[in-house]
């Protein structure tokens, strides 16, 4: 079974998009390579659920993370290899000698460009090849044992003593050009396919590991969902070299946060660090959290930016109301889940969102499998649950006054804030002397 979010979470926490404006896939979207970049995305679409898998991953990132190895090819010649590759063949040496020999005097007579591309992509590919065989004896030691030993093992074996006594600095000729052409996309197809994707994983570890290690990125480590914890010293987000850190710890005893403070205190970088956190976490990827133990949950959801749907005639409280329906569903089930809920119900009056945050807080804090964190304006819901729930964690985001002038230091305090700043805000930015002018 997958892990379980939706496109309302991934567009929350900006997590997928090649080309959205400061995503966190293009974060780490520093590969050479567009097979790299495919398996990069497919990463990104397919977090683990298993913690041996994620842990697996994460220690080969770890590697390549402290080895600071470089890509060893240039990506031109990984594109001219991959085009060469993917181009047909035929199975009999002595059609495709032939279908070369014609190749060849069609470049005399005519000037023909066939002929040159088979060259050019047949020494592009033994160029990569031998720098392949080249950089294998670096990655000894490497966590990525079975498409490591698989490569390998490849270049041990007898097909590939060919690649010896063939240079690239200079043309092959016909025969030469004839026999190699025919080892490599016939004889050794397989095995080339094998070799391009390991390349590609190359190309993400090498990328990932080196934006890990440029903003000081680490390792979590994943554990069994019965555990039922999420811990770290320090949670930031990916997106700020220099954002606060903070301490977080969630367990089965204390497995709901209710999150106060002012507006612009933090609360919603706070809540997207933490998804965005637990879903890199959960592909094995590196976070921005020291020290981070997790057990496996079964998905991801928030509600942090709904909106209203004028199509279906959705107002902004009922398409809020839907989002809270749809994670109840889920939770309902029995899925073991981080919730991410920002500001509940603002959509409708204070006497209503009093009622409804009080109620439904109340209600997803008795399923303890999972991991919820609600925040809140109305501050008077914080004293009502303390009343009536036992496995609640209160902590808010503090605003320090300066005379007249707010400051947030981002720095996660425990209880509930009693901050009410918007009408100074509000005073300073000087609106109701424009309007009375």
Request: net charge negative; charged share 20%; proline share 3%.
């Amino acid at each position: 079974m997958g892990f379980k979010t939706d496109k309302q979470t991934l567009d929350d926490l900006n997590i997928t998009g090649r080309f959205k404006a400061q995503s966190v896939f293009s974060l780490f979207n520093d590969t050479q390579t567009g097979g790299g970049e495919k398996l990069l995305e497919g990463m990104f679409q397919q977090p683990l659920t298993d913690a041996a898998a994620i842990n697996n991953r994460s220690d080969v990132f770890n590697y390549f993370h402290n080895k600071q190895l470089s890509f060893p090819f240039n990506p031109s010649t990984i594109q001219a290899a991959e085009t060469y590759l993917g181009e047909e063949t035929g199975s009999s040496y002595l059609l495709a000698a032939g279908a070369h020999l014609r190749r060849k005097f069609l470049q005399m007579a005519m000037k023909d460009e066939q002929y040159g591309q088979l060259q050019s992509g047949l020494l592009a590919t033994i160029d990569m090849l031998k720098a392949l065989q080249q950089f294998l004896p670096l990655m000894e030691g490497c966590p990525a044992t079975g498409l490591f030993e698989t490569v390998a093992v490849t270049f041990k074996g007898d097909k590939m003593k060919w690649l010896q006594e063939v240079g690239v600095d200079q043309p092959l000729t016909l025969l030469q050009l004839a026999r190699y052409d025919h080892l490599v996309r016939h004889v050794l197809r397989n095995e080339m396919e094998g070799i391009l994707r390991f390349i590609y994983h190359l190309d993400v570890y090498i990328a990932v590991s080196n934006v890990a290690r440029e903003r000081n990125f680490l390792y979590a480590r994943a554990l069994p969902k019965d555990q039922h914890i999420f811990q770290t010293t320090a949670l930031h987000h990916p997106a700020l070299k220099n954002g606060v850190a903070n301490p977080l710890h969630l367990h089965e005893d204390r497995n709901v946060l209710f999150l106060t403070g002012a507006n612009m205190a933090g609360k919603s970088t706070l809540m997207k660090s933490l998804g965005i956190a637990v879903y890199l976490a959960h592909m094995g990827f590196p976070v921005a959290a020291r020290d981070l133990v997790f057990s496996v949950r079964d998905g991801l959801y928030t509600s942090i930016n709904v909106s209203d749907n004028l199509n279906l005639g959705y107002s902004h409280f009922y398409a809020e109301v839907l989002r809270v329906k749809k994670v109840a569903e889920q939770v309902a089930e029995g899925n073991d889940l981080v919730v991410i809920f920002d500001e509940l119900f603002k959509g409708t009056n204070v006497k209503d969102a009093y009622d409804a945050t009080l109620a439904v807080t109340k209600e997803f804090a008795a399923y303890r499998n999972s991991f919820f964190v609600i925040s809140t304006h109305i501050i008077e819901v914080g004293a009502a649950l303390q009343q009536e729930c036992d496995n609640l964690q209160f902590s808010y985001l503090p605003t320090i006054m300066e005379g007249s002038v707010p400051r947030y230091p981002y720095t996660l305090t425990a209880g509930i804030t009693n901050d009410r700043h918007g009408m100074i805000i509000i005073e300073n930015e000087r609106i109701l002397e424009m309007i009375q002018e």
